[in-house]
């Protein structure tokens, strides 16, 4: 296996803020806003991207972690399936903007899970899909409104991406057989 890095720390940390800017400015008229991070690298990413918020505009967002392996298509009965933690989220998602926040975009499955997954807890105003990596080969009709990068892949390649929070360590690789 080969592989080859594609985000270095510095570069996951510039995208993220990016990012944040990109958020404040998209939600500046809407209101009340939260950012959910699906588990498991979607919530470091999410805590990061509240952080820049708070540091641009003085206001903390609420957050929570969302598990949605129970609304996973691709595994096997729902009763059987079980996410890597419990979903935390701890305020009304009524009426409010929500940021979803994941690590890899891909095939849409896991936005369609998490939506699902959402609509469980509340009904927001508005969901926007963030991703810090954007490989494209959709299979559902969603994509996301935020992306720190796109990066086009084959579907035999892996994207992964690793968070100090998880993993001890910051970046993006990606990897070929």
Do not use: Y
């Amino acid at each position: 296996m080969t592989q080859i890095a594609i985000m270095t720390a510095q570069e996951l940390a510039l995208s993220l803020r990016r990012i944040a800017s990109e958020m404040v400015e998209a939600c500046a008229a809407e209101g009340s806003v939260a950012l959910i991070g699906v588990l498991t690298r979607g919530e470091p990413l999410a805590r990061r991207l509240a952080g820049h918020i708070e540091e641009m505009e003085g206001i903390s967002p609420p957050l929570g972690a969302l598990d949605i392996g129970v609304h996973r298509d691709d595994g096997g009965h729902p009763a059987e399936r079980r996410g890597s933690a419990p979903t935390l989220v701890d305020f009304d998602l009524t009426g409010r903007g929500v940021f979803l926040v994941d690590d890899v975009f891909f095939t849409g499955r896991t936005a369609r899970a998490a939506i699902d997954a959402l609509m469980e807890l509340g009904r927001p105003r508005k969901i926007w899909l963030a991703a810090l990596i954007d490989r494209g080969h959709r299979e559902l009709p969603f994509r996301p409104d935020f992306i720190g990068k796109n990066v086009p892949t084959a579907l035999a390649e892996r994207i992964r991406v690793r968070v100090r929070e998880v993993d001890g360590e910051d970046g993006v690789w990606l990897e070929k057989e």
